[in-house]
Antibody, heavy 121, light 107 residues
């Protein structure tokens, strides 16, 4: 059974870079035709897709965040990561890592449990 | 971006009731719509994909229909474990976007 687990600091200062890692177990991150991605949810609010990375390395970002976001994969560790620069309080959210079904980026089947990141000085 | 709207924003129903949630896209998204269930403190769970296909392992009391801009999600017989917030999500165009959610409670 595929499992995803987010890790990273729970508190980030304004203007700094938020960095999260998602560790994948029960499957290989380099398996063909898979999309890995990040979604966030501000406390008490709805879901926002941040971006996805294809197994080949191609990336797709939400234009609203594109200038600040980087998603990358480390196949040697079976992990992928999120970096969000120049954070503000508006970036406070639960961040989920996720995997889509084979070849369909938008059908998000597997989710991590989520990790709350608070932006505050 | 494609905007997704849902109605109602919340509803209360009795166990055994049939309930329906609607989702509307700001432009034609064909069949590329998912429905997710999110319980408090948990990650969303995919229930319906491609507007009307039941994800593996999801109870058959859940169903979806629609295409283009108008979609419907139905629980045929509400169960206590169905208390959650339900979101629609389009994946016809990037960026993928979600509706604001519908909170379902037991009356």
């Amino acid at each position: 059974q595929l499992q995803l687990q987010e890790s990273g600091p729970g508190l980030v200062k304004p203007s700094e870079t938020l960095s999260l890692t998602c560790t994948v177990s029960g499957g290989s991150i380099s398996s063909g035709s898979l999309y890995w991605g990040w979604i966030r949810q501000p406390p008490g609010k709805g879901l926002e897709w941040i971006g996805s990375i294809y197994y080949s390395g191609s990336t797709y970002y939400n234009p609203s965040l594109k200038s600040r976001v980087t998603i990358s994969v480390d196949t040697s560790k079976n992990q992928f990561s999120l970096k969000l620069s120049s954070v503000t309080a508006a970036d406070t959210a639960v961040y989920y890592c996720a995997r889509s079904t084979i070849a369909v980026a938008g059908r998000i089947v597997y989710w991590g449990q989520g990790t709350l990141v608070t932006v505050s000085s | 971006d494609i905007q997704m709207t849902q109605s109602p924003s919340s509803l209360s129903a009795s166990v055994g009731d049939r309930l329906t949630i609607t989702c509307q896209a700001s432009q034609d998204i064909s069949k590329y719509l998912n429905w997710y269930q999110q319980k408090p403190g948990k990650a969303p769970k995919l229930l319906i994909y491609d507007a009307s296909n039941l994800e593996t392992g999801v109870p058959s009391r859940f169903s979806g229909s629609g295409s283009g801009t108008d979609f419907t999600f139905t629980i045929s017989s509400l169960q206590p474990e169905d208390i959650a917030r339900y979101y629609c999500q389009q994946y016809d165009k990037l960026p993928f976007t979600f509706g604001p959610g519908t909170k379902v409670d037991i009356k």
